[in-house]
Structure formats: C-alpha cells, structure tokens
C-alpha cells in the first residue's frame, strides 16, 4: 500500500504519485525504447513469399479470364452449329414430304431411301446360346440383356444381325429417339471406365481430332451415319436400358411379325425404346 506524507505547513496528507503517472511521464520522453510500425524490418523470406504468391494469384485471374473468353466463343460456336443442324433436319423433313405429295400427284408411290442407321437391343439371357452367335453378340458390345447400341447398316452387319436375330430386337430410330438417348442415358468410355456425359468438355476432350465438340455433334454424327460414325459409336457406352413399361408380349421369343418381339421391327423400334428409355 502507498504510504501518506503529512505537510505540516499546510497541515495536510499527501499521496505519492500513481505507478501510472510514472509510464506516462516515461513514455513521454525524447527517448523511446519500442520501435513503430514503419520501423519494423519485414524478413526477406516473408516479401519473396507475398511477391510469389501476388505473382501466382494475376497470373490465375489472368488464366481464369482466358477460360472465359473461350468458352464464351465456343458457346457461340456450338449454338451456330446447333442451329444448322435444325435446319438441316426440317429441310430433310421437308423435302420428304415434298415427294411424297409429288408421287401422289402423279399416281405413283415415293420409297424413302433405306435405313443406314440401326438401334439394337439384346432382350435375351445367356442361356443356350450357340459359340457363334454369342461371338457376335460379344462382337456388337451386346453383353447384357437389354443392352443397347447404335450400328451403321451394311451387308456385313445385316448379315450379323440376321445370325443373332433370336436373341435381339432392332429397328430404325428416329432423331427424338436417337437425341433422348443420348441425352438421358449417354455414357462414355473415357480411359476405359463409363463416364456420364454431364460436359461438352468430356466429348471435345475425346472426338475433338475428328470435329466432334459436343452433344449435337454427336448426335448429328449418328443420325447421319456421317464419315466418324465409328469413332462416335465406339465412344458411346453401350446403353443400359430399364425393361419396358408393361413388360414385354406374352410371346416374347417369337419375331415381331408373328406377335413377338424378336427381329426387325423398323420404325416400330422408338415405340420400344420409349418404353424401355
């Protein structure tokens, strides 16, 4: 406790001064001890590291409006493709109907030009299957019953189609059915491993060598058969469909034409597809 000094002269106590106004007094001085803010020396490690990581940070903002840039032109140039090939299929829509009303002008009938593309689904087990129809079906990437794929219409696949016809069903899809594929169940073989394609990126990325950038173009490649129909069929992995809503007909292991499912059921397919999709 701090102690009273009497003052005689003014008959008075006196308290000594506070431990408080000493620091005062002290920091007062001319003289300080504790250096300022704009004293204090940065280490040389520290400013390496802050101009590093300033350095890093422009030159990812700078990444990251180039990222931009592009993508911005390559949505434009997707969209412009997109829309042309709308054109391309109202045009193709157009022009059969435009036949077909010249044919019925002049008495006549109009035959479309046949199918080049075929969508096949294997409704059929493992079961009691012959070494070379099962070859084939191993073949058309047709491993699992109600699997499904797109195949390009030639004399050697229709022949193939014909040795396996009592174990699939196949027909010619339309573009609504060819594009809710692709769009619904679409997986690709991305380093052998099935990868859903939820980005444009993912296509660019492995059919970009032949032109193929995104899910139109993939979509247009297959509807047109086009010259990279392989490439765009391969990259596809074979569908997974669900069984068909109601099931299928009581005789199943019969051909179509007879009340089955079996064979070629030609446009009768998306029907099918609709229900298994």
Known sequence: MSRLSYNSSLGVFILPPSRTDYTDDISSMGNRTVPTEDEILVPE???????????????????????????????????????????????????????????????????????????????????????????????????????GIFIRLTKATSEMLKVVEPYIAYGYPSLKTVRELVYKRGYGKIEKQRIALTDNQLIEDNLGKYGIICMEDLIHELITVGPNFKQASNFLWPFKLSSPTGGFKTRKFKHFVEGGDLGNREDNINALIKQMN
């Open 45 to 147: 490690t520290l400013l390496k590291k802050r101009k590093s990581n300033e350095k890093a940070r422009e030159e990812r903002s700078a990444e990251l409006e180039k990222k931009k840039k592009a993508s911005k032109e390559k949505r434009g140039v997707i969209f412009k493709r997109a829309e042309s090939y709308i054109k391309e299929y109202r045009d193709t829509e157009r022009e059969k109907i435009r036949l077909n009303r010249l044919a019925k002008q002049e008495g006549s009938y109009y035959v479309p030009a046949e199918a080049k593309l075929a969508f096949v689904v294997r409704i059929k087990g493992i079961n009691k299957i012959a070494p070379k129809p099962r070859k084939i079906l191993v073949l058309l990437r047709l491993l699992q019953i109600n699997n």
